[in-house]
C-alpha cells in the first residue's frame, strides 16, 4: 500500500479519466461495425461492408495519427484546457451519433468525436508520466494498462445491455456520451495542472508543431525503426479484423443457441443476461473476452515471455494471433471462435507489449520519447488497410447480404435488390421453401465465406515472415559486429 501512496492525486484522477473515456470509447467501438449494417428495421445504418469500413478504418486511422499535432496544444495552452475541449467535443460528437443517420453527417459526428479522442489521447499519457518517478512509472503504466482494459471491458458489457432495452442502439451512444460528462466534472473540480515546459508554452503553436514532424522524421532515419514500424503495420491490420470483422462475422453466420442452452444448464439467469433480442449470444461478449483475457492474464503472458528475445517474442505472439483470428472465422461453430480469442488475446500479449519494449530499446536515452511516438504510426496505417479486408474483401467474400444477391440472382429469382437487406433475404429464403437458418447454412456450404480467414491467417505469416528476415539479415549481424569488436 505504500507504493499507492506515492502517487500524488492527479496520477488518480487521470486514471479513472481514462478508465470513463476507455468505457465511452470501446462501448461504441465494439459495436460500430455491426450498428452501421445491421437493417434500418433493427434500429441501424443499414450501410455496406465497404461503406463501415472505410469509415471506421479512416477515422480510427486519423485518431492514431493526430495526437503527433494534438499533443503539442497541451505543452502550449495547458492540459487542463485541453482536456476541457476535448471532453466537450467528445460529448457532443457521441450524443449527435446517437441521433444522426444520414450518411455524411454521421460520418462527421464521428469524426468529431475522434478529433476530441485525439486531443485527450496524448495529453492523459503525458499526465501519468509526470506523475511517476524512474521509481514507480513500472508500476504506474502498468496500472494504467489495466484500468484501460478495464474500461475497454465494461464499456461492450453496458452496451450489451442497454441496447436490449427500449432505447435501441441509440442508448450505446448515449451512455457514452454521459461516461464523458462525468470527466468533465473530474478536470474541473479534482485535476491538477502538472508542470509544463516553459519554453514550450511560449513558442509559436506553429513552430511546435513544425517541430513535432521533423522529430519524426529525424527517428525515422534510423533504418532498423523504420523498417520495423512498415512490417507492423501488418500486424495491426491483422490484429483489427477482432474489430473490424469479426463482429460482423458472427452476426451474420454463427448461429450461438447451442452455448445459451449449456449456460441454462447451470445459470438461467445467466443465460438470459448473455442473450440478445434475436436470442443469441450478444456478439460483444465474444471480442469483450480479449479485454477479459488481458486483465486475467497479462502478469502471466508478460512473465512467460520475460526472458524471451523481444523479437521472438513478437515472432510468436504474431503467430499465434494469425492463428487465433483465422480459426475464429473458419467454421460456424461457436466453440471455435470462443477458442480462437483466447487464442489470439494470448498471442497478442506476447507481441504488442514486446514490441514497444523493442522500439523503446532501440531508442538512444536521449531519443526514447521520440521514438516511442512514432510507434503509433503502425497503427494509423494498420487501420487503413484493414479497412480494405473487412470492407472490400469480405463484400466479395462472406458478406450474408452480398451472398444472397448472388444466390438469388443463380437461382433466377425475380426478387428487387432494392429491398431493405433483412426483407430480401426473408422473401429468398421464402421462395426457396427455407427457414432463414436452413438459407444461411446453404449460402455457407455453397460459398465458404470462412475462406477470408486464409487471406488474414497468411497476412500473419507474412508478417512473421519479414520479422524473421529482419533478425536475420538486420539485427544478428550487428550483434556479432559488436561481440567482435568487443572481443
Known amino acids: 500500500m505504500s507504493v499507492f501512496k506515492k502517487f500524488p492525486r492527479t496520477f488518480w484522477v487521470a486514471n479513472v479519466m481514462e478508465l470513463f473515456e476507455r468505457w465511452a470509447w470501446y462501448g461504441i467501438f465494439a459495436s460500430l461495425a455491426v450498428y452501421m449494417v445491421t437493417p434500418v428495421s433493427q434500429g441501424g445504418l443499414e450501410w455496406s461492408q465497404v461503406e463501415k469500413s472505410r469509415v471506421i478504418s479512416i477515422i480510427t486511422g486519423a485518431l492514431y495519427f493526430l495526437p503527433i499535432i494534438t499533443g503539442t496544444l497541451a505543452d502550449r495552452i495547458g492540459y487542463k484546457k485541453?482536456?476541457?475541449?476535448?471532453?466537450?467535443?467528445?460529448?457532443?460528437?457521441?450524443?449527435?451519433?446517437?441521433?444522426?443517420?444520414?450518411?455524411?453527417?454521421?460520418?462527421?459526428?464521428?469524426?468529431?468525436?475522434?478529433?476530441?479522442?485525439?486531443?485527450?489521447?496524448?495529453?492523459?499519457?503525458?499526465?501519468?508520466?509526470?506523475?511517476?518517478?524512474?521509481?514507480?512509472?513500472?508500476?504506474?503504466?502498468?496500472?494504467?494498462?489495466?484500468?484501460?482494459?478495464?474500461?475497454?471491458?465494461?464499456?461492450?458489457?453496458?452496451?450489451?445491455?442497454?441496447?436490449?432495452g427500449d432505447g435501441g442502439w441509440t442508448m450505446m451512444f448515449i451512455a457514452s456520451a454521459i461516461s464523458i460528462s462525468i470527466n468533465i466534472i473530474l478536470v474541473l473540480f479534482f485535476f491538477k495542472e502538472p508542470e509544463r515546459d516553459e519554453n514550450a508554452a511560449?513558442?509559436?503553436?506553429?513552430?511546435?508543431?513544425?517541430?513535432?514532424?521533423?522529430?519524426?522524421?529525424?527517428?525515422?532515419?534510423?533504418?532498423?525503426?523504420?523498417?520495423?514500424?512498415?512490417?507492423?503495420?501488418?500486424?495491426?491490420?491483422?490484429?483489427?479484423?477482432?474489430?473490424?470483422?469479426?463482429?460482423?462475422?458472427?452476426?451474420?453466420?454463427?448461429?450461438?443457441?447451442?452455448?445459451?442452452?449449456?449456460?441454462?444448464?447451470?445459470?438461467?439467469?445467466?443465460?438470459?443476461?448473455?442473450?440478445?433480442?434475436?436470442?443469441?449470444?450478444?456478439?460483444?461478449?465474444?471480442?469483450n473476452m480479449n479485454s477479459l483475457a488481458i486483465i486475467l492474464l497479462q502478469l502471466i503472458i508478460s512473465s512467460a515471455v520475460a526472458r524471451m528475445r523481444a523479437i521472438n517474442s513478437m515472432i510468436s505472439g504474431i503467430l499465434v494471433c494469425g492463428v487465433g483470428i483465422g480459426f475464429s472465422m473458419l467454421t460456424n461453430n461457436p466453440y471455435y471462435v470462443v477458442v480462437g480469442i483466447i487464442f489470439f488475446s494470448i498471442g497478442e500479449m506476447a507481441s504488442s507489449p514486446k514490441f514497444t519494449e523493442y522500439v523503446g530499446s532501440l531508442a538512444p536515452n536521449e531519443k526514447k520519447g521520440l521514438y516511442m511516438g512514432t510507434s503509433f504510426l503502425p497503427h494509423f496505417v494498420g487501420n487503413i488497410f484493414a479497412g480494405f479486408i473487412s470492407g472490400d474483401l469480405y463484400e466479395v467474400l462472406s458478406d450474408k447480404v452480398k451472398l444472397t444477391q448472388k444466390f438469388a440472382a443463380e437461382k433466377g429469382l425475380e426478387i428487387s435488390t432494392d429491398l431493405p437487406n433483412d426483407v430480401f433475404f426473408n422473401k429468398v429464403a421464402e421462395s426457396m421453401g427455407m427457414t432463414?437458418?436452413?438459407?444461411?447454412?446453404?449460402?455457407?456450404?455453397?460459398?465458404?465465406?470462412?475462406?477470408?480467414?486464409?487471406?488474414?491467417?497468411?497476412?500473419?505469416?507474412?508478417?512473421?515472415?519479414?520479422?524473421?528476415?529482419?533478425?536475420?539479415?538486420?539485427?544478428?549481424?550487428?550483434?556479432?559486429?559488436?561481440?567482435?569488436?568487443?572481443?
Do not use: H
Open 82 to 164: 485541453v482536456l476541457i475541449a476535448s471532453y466537450a467535443i467528445m460529448c457532443v460528437g457521441y450524443y449527435s451519433m446517437a441521433y444522426i443517420t444520414d450518411f455524411w453527417p454521421f460520418v462527421m459526428a464521428f469524426g468529431f468525436m475522434a478529433f476530441g479522442a485525439a486531443l485527450f489521447k496524448p495529453v492523459i499519457s503525458a499526465t501519468i508520466s509526470k506523475t511517476t518517478t524512474t521509481e514507480n512509472s513500472s508500476i504506474g503504466f502498468g496500472i494504467f494498462y489495466m484500468i484501460v482494459n478495464i474500461g475497454g471491458f465494461l464499456g461492450p458489457i453496458a452496451t450489451m445491455s442497454l441496447i436490449k
Open 202 to 287: 511560449q513558442e509559436p503553436l506553429g513552430e511546435l508543431i513544425s517541430k513535432s514532424f521533423k522529430n519524426i522524421f529525424e527517428a525515422l532515419s534510423d533504418i532498423k525503426l523504420t523498417i520495423l514500424l512498415v512490417i507492423f503495420v501488418f500486424f495491426w491490420t491483422v490484429f483489427n479484423q477482432i474489430y473490424y470483422t469479426l463482429p460482423n462475422f458472427i452476426v451474420q453466420w454463427i448461429d450461438t443457441r447451442s452455448i445459451i442452452t449449456s449456460v441454462e444448464g447451470f445459470s438461467p439467469w445467466l443465460a438470459e443476461w448473455m442473450t440478445d433480442k434475436n436470442g443469441q449470444v450478444a456478439f460483444q461478449l465474444f471480442t
Open 436 to 487: 432463414d437458418a436452413q438459407l444461411t447454412q446453404t449460402l455457407w456450404d455453397t460459398y465458404n465465406p470462412g475462406s477470408i480467414t486464409y487471406i488474414i491467417f497468411a497476412l500473419a505469416i507474412f508478417t512473421v515472415t519479414c520479422l524473421f528476415f529482419y533478425d536475420k539479415f538486420l539485427l544478428r549481424p550487428q550483434v556479432k559486429e559488436k561481440e567482435a569488436v568487443s572481443a
